[in-house]
């Protein structure tokens, strides 16, 4: 069996690499080419929890499972917040033949995957991205969304206002881009045609009446029903697109708090992201809309990157 650590996915799984391995992976997903069951989730308190996440990329293909655990607090502490394995096995015989390191892994196809949906859904001259949160995944979103628009500038707001600060003159010098720490969320976003989320935040952290029109927004940091990221007003607003529809209608936090108040329904969640670059749903239909890009994560994308680091070793 072939392990692949951290340091190994963090060298070859670029985003050059990984955008279109997401990309194909969403696409089948939202075909029916894949199988996979809801995530599992066990909350473990103080925000953190366990989950497993079962599919196969198709009948004949490679299929496993993604074990991870999330603990928020290990950021302050210079470790990942998401923990775990990928563990994939052979379509032909069965056999466990990859095990690989999750939190690197998801690190990077969750900011290439909204890399993917930011491509098709934001206005082809979006310029400006505003980041909600400074931690790994505000690093990988701010790298992989360069890809796929000539970004002029970038603001980053969070909690700590020093660490704020020191991500911003990290974004600069790694980047090459102008990056500025704002001290609220409604300053970050006040300029911004594109917004990522990107925190652990329990309740709602951007507005929908702070953006202006056109822009959108990737929500990416709540993975499960619970913690909110953004307020009803913008669900409701927006064009709402979802990584995989059955997941966020069972387990998208910021959608179901909308369904909640009596704003919105299951047809507002219109429908996949990889229906999109299929060319099977209208994306953004005017200049003015605001759309969203609802992330849970899905093991799809973990599949395929694993499978791609397998493959490409010829392991």
């Not at 996915?9 to 670029?14: A, D, G, I, K, S």
């Not at 505003?130 to 992989?144: D, K, N, P, S, V």
């Not at 970038?154 to 990290?170: D, I, P």
Request: proline share 4%; hydrophobic share 45%.
């Amino acid at each position: 069996m072939r392990v692949i650590d951290q340091a190994e996915v963090r060298r070859r799984l670029t985003f050059e690499m990984c955008v279109p391995l997401v990309r194909q992976a969403m696409i089948a997903l939202s075909r029916g080419e894949t199988r996979q069951l809801l995530r599992t989730i066990i909350p473990l308190g103080e925000g953190r929890a366990f989950g497993v996440m079962p599919g196969a990329l198709g009948e004949r293909a490679v299929f496993g499972a993604k074990l991870v655990s999330v603990y928020p607090e290990n950021f302050a502490q210079g470790r990942q917040s998401h923990q775990g394995l990928v563990v994939l096995f052979d379509g032909e015989a069965g056999r466990p033949v990859c095990v690989a390191h999750a939190g690197e892994i998801t690190a990077i196809r969750t900011a290439a995957a909204s890399a993917v949906a930011t491509d098709a859904l934001a206005r082809p001259e979006a310029s400006r991205l505003a980041l909600l949160g400074y931690g790994e995944q505000a690093y990988t979103h701010a790298c992989a969304l360069s890809k796929v628009r000539r970004l002029e500038a970038l603001s980053v707001w969070g909690r700590s206002s020093e660490r704020a600060q020191a991500f911003a003159r990290r974004i600069t010098e790694d980047l090459g881009l102008p990056c500025e720490a704002r001290p609220t969320a409604q300053a970050a976003v006040a300029q911004a045609d594109m917004v990522c989320t990107v925190t652990n935040a329990a309740e709602p952290i951007l507005k929908g009446a702070w953006l202006a029109p056109g822009t959108h927004v990737n929500l990416v940091g709540s993975s499960y029903a619970g913690p909110s990221e953004a307020d009803v007003d913008l669900v409701a607003a927006a064009r709402f697109i979802a990584d995989s529809r059955e997941g966020v209608l069972a387990q998208g936090a910021e959608f179901l708090n909308a369904k909640a108040a009596g704003l919105v329904d299951d047809g507002h969640v219109v429908g996949e992201i990889g229906q999109v670059l299929a060319g099977d749903l209208p994306g953004r239909q005017s200049p003015d809309q605001i759309t969203v890009y609802k992330s849970l994560g899905h093991v799809v994308q973990d599949l395929a990157a694993a499978e791609a680091l397998y493959r490409s070793q010829g392991a």
